[in-house]
């Protein structure tokens, strides 16, 4: 999907709870919710939902969707008792994979500077902007050299598919072999493995105390299982 696809404004609510109306309506009422303190523009939170559609909605996204989405907003709701500030993990979460290409390495860079190109349209802060962008940022390398808290969750949140139970774990890594599709097997398996090889040679996969005490184990037994598949 790209823009020239979107219909114009009049019928663009129809055709995005097309989608799934049920997750779609979600999404909405929470984008509504994060963006009202910081504009009265409708037109430009519209702008900005129909931006978060458009891209998670792509013909090539079979893993980085809107249920990707969904599931870390779930997350957050979870867990937001133990999360500073919710508002700025959620943008972070709305934003952090609305560009996303195999063929390209600089995702979460363009990323970022997409959502303080949208930020920038409304009174949101600045320093928060800034912190924002740093979250996704993160999701590159998943380091936390800046030992925030909420980009602890934020970062095992983006993680949670790991140590998903097995069956759900198994479409993940399917679906993420369909993002690669691209590629023929003796360019994806070695990457593959490359990529879970780091993940299981990290003293813990998980940042915060809790998804390694409730987590981690079933992580590491997921991934050293799709090795041994990839073999």
Do not use: C
Not at 22 to 51: C, K, N, S, V
Not at 121 to 144: C, D, G, W
């Amino acid at each position: 999907m790209n823009d020239k696809e979107i219909p114009p404004a009049s019928s663009r609510r129809d055709f995005y709870f097309n989608f799934n109306p049920m997750l779609t309506e979600t999404l909405h009422t929470t984008w509504q919710q994060l963006l009202q303190p910081y504009t009265q523009d409708q037109a430009i939170i519209g702008e900005g939902f129909r931006l978060i559609i458009s891209h998670y909605t792509e013909s090539h996204r079979h893993y980085h969707d809107l249920h990707h989405l969904q599931a870390l907003l779930k997350l957050q709701q979870i867990y937001a008792d133990r999360i500073a500030d919710n508002e700025r993990l959620s943008l972070a979460i709305f934003f952090h994979d609305i560009i996303y290409d195999v063929k390209h390495s600089d995702n979460e860079e363009q990323s970022a500077l997409a959502a303080a190109a949208f930020l920038q349209q409304t009174s949101y802060p600045a320093e928060r902007t800034e912190q924002v962008m740093e979250f996704i940022r993160a999701t590159k390398t998943h380091l936390n050299t800046s030992h925030n808290t909420d980009l602890d969750y934020f970062l095992d949140f983006d993680l949670s598919i790991l140590s998903a139970p097995a069956a759900d774990y198994i479409a993940y890594a399917q679906q993420i072999r369909k993002e690669y599709s691209i590629y023929p097997d003796m360019l994806y398996k070695p990457g593959r493995k490359k990529v879970l090889a780091h993940f299981l040679g990290l003293p813990a996969i998980y940042k915060t105390s809790l998804f390694r005490e409730e987590r981690e184990a079933l992580a590491r037994q997921n991934m050293q299982q799709e090795l041994k598949i990839l073999d």
